[in-house]
């Protein structure tokens, strides 16, 4: 009996060893739940409350227990498993190769879990155990500072709140020195900030160095980040440090976000996950940013990233759409010469974009079947003879679509006859919407007396702000 009881416990130990090389396996039992079916899901950068993605599932036999396993290689992350009425859940620590138990109820969630043959969610749980307990002495803390009613109090208060917060951070580091490069403990650097030196900070000249905090916080903002674990892409982290880094830190101009973009990206190179997600990421948020002339930063990515084969994860199909996509506004971002217009005004006389002769030329796309262009297009004129006049500014408008009399109609009832008004009544020089990406109207650049492009996309709200921004570099640049 004892040799076939050291066979059976080594070939359990061999199975192990199999089992290991790839996919998982976790056996489930939740006292309450007796059918139905289970799903293990997983982040992706976000946090909730944005998507999960389910990455697997398995049904309750009639004992109560679920299996789900694959063989397939896993990058490992914080996982989900969810319960069929999707708001039934909690998280658990996933590596490659992991084989474990978990048994709970549905009451004592989430700290109430138990599992088994995973050590590093056995120290997750005690994590999630020592929160509860700091959320609890966090909000009496909280309600006690809100209640203070003397100076003394609110000192005491806010110093047993320093203290609050310096165990969770102690906790955190104790961990991540006793278990480096554990999952859990990658996480727990990944949240870690910089702490900014306290005291005075003077500048080489004995002046105090106002920039200093900013400065450093930047500077240090990624120290403790570990861009070679894959498993940081699969947890709720990495997007949210993303947005604070380069929405609140970083400058919002193009080559700024191009050269912290180049940092990332070099950091990340030779991963699979992070590389993938950091380049996704810098691209959809450039290409989402209500700041003017983040579209340069979408043509630089494609240039030397997406068209220099590093998006190996993409078809032929998709990554041309990136291609064509850049290809459009290439021709127009902030910096370039605006690409030549030639075409007849109302008159029927020809009228040259280039041959504008004006300190400032205001490009506009128009329609008079749009009912925003008609609430536009006076609102334009009003700061035109208002501001804009004065400072030297000509406007060069193009109708897009509509009929060439209703057109020269509302150019009279509008009062815009002193505009440079112009149409392409043949359709023969449609160029003009891939060299400005005009797919909707109104559209309306800022040219300066070069015809370089200063400003796109821009409204009546912001014209002369951007006009004056220009103005203001010029005397900066003078006075030098």
Not at 69 to 78: A, D, F, N, R
Not at 194 to 218: A, C, I, M, Q, R
Request: charged residues 30%; neutral net charge.
């Amino acid at each position: 009996m004892k040799r076939i009881s050291l066979f059976a416990l080594l070939m359990v130990g061999m199975a192990q060893l199999i089992f290991a090389r790839d996919g998982y396996r976790i056996q489930i039992k939740i006292d309450e739940v007796q059918e139905g079916v289970v799903y293990l899901a997983h982040y992706y950068g976000k946090p909730l409350p944005s998507a999960i993605y389910k990455a697997d599932s398995a049904t309750f036999d009639k004992n109560g227990v679920a299996v789900i396993e694959s063989k397939q290689p896993l990058v490992g992350g914080i996982y989900i498993i969810m319960l069929s009425d999707h708001k039934t859940y909690f998280e658990l620590l996933l590596n490659n190769g992991d084989n474990m138990s978990i048994s709970t109820s549905i009451k004592n969630l989430p700290d109430g879990i138990v599992f088994k043959n995973s050590p590093d969610n056995e120290q997750f749980m005690g994590y999630v155990r020592f929160l509860k307990n700091f959320g609890t002495k966090q909000k009496e803390l909280v309600d006690r500072y809100a209640a203070a009613r003397t100076n003394t109090d609110t000192s005491d208060i806010r110093k047993k709140l320093k203290e609050n917060s310096l165990a969770l951070t102690t906790y955190r580091r104790n961990y991540a020195s006793a278990h480096p490069n554990t999952l859990l403990a990658n996480i727990f650097n990944a949240l870690e900030l910089p702490e900014v030196p306290e005291g005075k900070h003077l500048l080489p000249d004995g002046t105090v160095d106002s920039n200093f905090t900013y400065e450093y916080y930047k500077a240090h903002y990624w120290d403790h980040f570990n861009f070679r674990d894959d498993r940081l892409v699969y947890t709720p982290i990495y997007d949210a440090k993303l947005d604070e880094y380069f929405n609140k830190l970083v400058l919002p101009y193009p080559d700024s976000i191009e050269v912290e973009g180049d940092k990332l990206l070099a950091k990340t190179r030779g991963t699979k996950e992070l590389f993938k997600y950091t380049l996704w990421w810098l691209e959809h948020n450039a290409q989402d940013s209500k700041i003017m002339g983040m579209d340069a930063v979408v043509v630089y990515l494609v240039e030397n990233y997406y068209m220099k084969g590093d998006a190996t994860w993409l078809s032929n199909e998709d990554l041309n759409k990136y291609i064509d996509y850049a290809s459009k506004i290439a021709p127009n971002v902030l910096g370039n010469l605006a690409p030549e217009i030639k075409m007849p005004d109302v008159n029927g006389k020809e009228q040259s974009l280039m041959a504008v002769k004006a300190k400032y030329t205001l490009l506009l796309f128009w329609s008079p079947d749009c009912s925003h262009c008609q609430k536009e297009i006076p609102l334009v004129d009003s700061v035109y003879r208002a501001v804009l006049k004065a400072k030297g500014t000509k406007v060069y408008a193009v109708r897009t679509e509509g009929d060439d009399t209703k057109w020269k109609e509302m150019i009279k009832k509008m009062g815009i006859t002193d505009w440079i008004n112009v149409s392409d009544p043949d359709h023969t020089r449609q160029d003009y919407r891939r060299k400005y990406d005009v797919y909707s109207t109104p559209i309306m650049y800022l040219l300066d007396e070069n015809k370089i492009i200063r400003g796109k996309k821009i409204d009546h709200t912001n014209i002369a702000d951007v006009i004056e921004l220009l103005e203001r570099k010029e005397r900066s640049k003078t006075k030098k």
